[in-house]
């Protein structure tokens, strides 16, 4: 399966401009003008026995179509995102919680793909009578791609990478096995068409030679499965240095993925929301 680059960066957009849409239109209607965290890598156990390939061994680490479904999550600055990905089902899921200060309410939206299908559920808490105002049920919504705006950007099973690790991984020259699952390398972020997509807002062009030598940590567990994956970007531009971590964990234990029970049709201002 061909897969689009940094899964959690392209549905990023769709996330935030819809928080901010949410935010303006809950003013208009006068509703007032005032994250999941899942559970951590499991340890424990025997560490993996250091590697004569180390970056052979970190890519062989990382999730492919063949591993079980696992949870997920990805942490860019202040933003996270939590999810689970089914190869088996070709699914996935994928959320993110985000506050809003005017006026104030929290929004907590989830997307679930099932091969070519798409639903999604908003949750707003904390301004009684704002899905009403909105017109936006509470329970799952079946989306129709052809009606979405920017469906490029819309979430879809693109793999069981969706931190986009591997790409990172192979731009470094070499990979250093420190002992007890734990690597280390420098990744060439500049002028990589593979891993832009996974900045999503980082001008890697303002890295300059620093983009060159992004130094990485990342930790296999027992199992032999990546579980974090950090990425230390350096200021650049407008941009404050910056942690870049990608979670894999729960192998075998993440729920099955299935189409959600009782959804119902999207309104009609599900799909404004998205369109920006």
């Known amino acids: 399966m061909t897969q689009r680059n940094g899964t959690a960066a392209t ?28 559970s951590a890598p499991e340890g424990g156990g025997a560490a993996p026995a250091p590697s004569a390939d180390p970056k052979a ?13 696992f949870r997920f999550s990805t942490q ?20 993110m919680k ?16 099932i091969d070519k299908d798409l639903w999604m559920r908003v949750k707003l808490t904390g301004l009684p009578g704002l ?8 329970n799952w919504m079946a989306m129709d791609r052809e009606r979405l705006a920017d469906s490029e950007n819309a979430p879809a099973y693109e ?33 990589n068409e593979d891993v832009k997509s996974t900045f999503d807002g980082l001008d890697l062009a303002a890295l300059g030679a620093a983009g060159r030598k992004v ?26 240095a910056m ?17 959600p029970a009782g959804a119902q049709k999207a309104t009609a201002s599900a799909y404004e929301m998205l369109a920006g």
């Open 11 to 38: 549905a990023r957009r769709f996330v935030l401009r819809t928080a901010a849409v949410l935010a303006t239109t809950a003013l208009a209607a006068g509703c007032g003008s005032t994250g999941s965290t899942g």
């Open 57 to 69: 061994a970190l890519l062989a680490a990382v999730p492919t179509e063949q591993d079980p479904r």
């Open 76 to 95: 860019d600055g202040t933003d996270r995102f939590t999810g689970v990905v089914d190869p088996a089902a070709k699914g996935m899921e994928l959320g």
């Open 98 to 113: 985000q506050q809003n200060d005017d006026p104030k309410f929290t929004m907590d939206m989830t997307f679930r793909v």
């Open 131 to 138: 899905h009403d105002a909105l017109k936006l049920p509470k």
């Open 159 to 191: 793999g069981t990478d969706p931190g986009n690790t591997a790409a990172i991984i192979r731009t470094a020259e070499t990979v250093e096995d420190m002992g007890a699952g734990t690597y280390t390398g420098l990744a060439d972020l500049a002028d």
């Open 215 to 240: 130094p990485f940590t990342a930790v296999v567990g027992p199992d032999g499965n990546l579980n974090t994956f950090t990425l230390d970007v350096p200021a650049a531009g407008k941009h404050k």
């Open 243 to 259: 942690k870049l971590v990608t979670k894999y964990y729960d192998f075998g234990k993440a729920p099955e993925l299935a189409p």
